[in-house]
């Protein structure tokens, strides 16, 4: 696997991710959705009821996730993963997918690392997160500005993120959406939080100037307008979207799709016996 092709454009600006997420372990990380998602990852794997000897993490915050999967292989989401191929019986890509700028090539290495049958799981911010925050900051730049300028990262549809799964040559693929609602003072503190989650702008194409103090308090004044917490009406709340994506590397022991034609009974007839009392 290789890095993206210098033609394409790039998504994220690697260098200031990592200041970013620097920065968040110096602060003390805010954490809640990585204990949700770690939660709900765990969750899942009581269900699926088997026994993983391998595991792989690979996330961009590996103290937290180290420490909630011990004994797993804990790498950074480069844009080539550091697995080896078939080495693993599970991995899990924690919370970094939405950064990637080739977020089915992450995919594909995951899987090339999965022995038959392993269970890769993804979790990553889908496209309804900070949606009030991206309207109130589009909404006061072009009102001030006569502008905009990319400020929050765009994120990935639920459907265009399983479709990543198939096009892996994952078995098995299943994507589904954890919507969570979180209160704040207002934009300001929603802000700082991310900045604590490692989680602010930084977009390649964002801008490079400060923002004029003149934006952010418009902005404020559209979210505490647009988006006011339902409990608490001087509040706001933030959506984010916890998307989680779930294959298998295939394996002939796998369920397969019967073959086109090779039904014993017609829908008609299927039908026609539901329908008798």
Known sequence: MTDPAPSRPALTDRAALMRQRDRARRLGPVDLFHRIAADE???????????????????????????????????????????????????????????????????????????EDGLFIGVAFGNQTLTELRAALAQAEAQLTGGLSPRVLPMGEIRDLGGLLHRSGLALPVADVLPQRASYRDLFHLARDLRAMGEGNAMAARR??????????????????????????????????????????????????????????????????????
Do not use: Y
């Open 41 to 115: 990852i765990q969750d899942r794997l009581v269900e699926v009821n088997r026994t993983f000897t391998d595991p792989a993490l690979v996330t961009g915050f590996p103290e937290f996730w180290g420490d909630r999967f011990p004994g797993a292989r804990v790498v950074a989401d480069d844009p080539v993963l550091d697995l080896a191929p078939g080495a693993h019986d599970l991995v899990i890509h924690a919370l970094s997918l939405h950064w990637a700028d080739d977020p089915v090539g992450q995919i594909v290495q995951c899987r090339r690392a999965l022995r």
């Open 208 to 277: 490079r100037s400060p923002t004029r103090r003149a934006v952010l308090d418009l902005a404020a004044v559209q979210m505490a307008r647009h988006s006011p917490d339902r409990d608490d009406p001087s509040r706001v709340t933030a959506t984010f979207d916890l998307v989680f994506l779930t294959g298998w590397a295939p394996s002939d022991s796998q369920p397969k799709p019967l073959r086109p034609g090779s039904a014993q009974t017609s829908l008609a007839d299927a039908l026609a016996k539901l329908r008798k009392p």
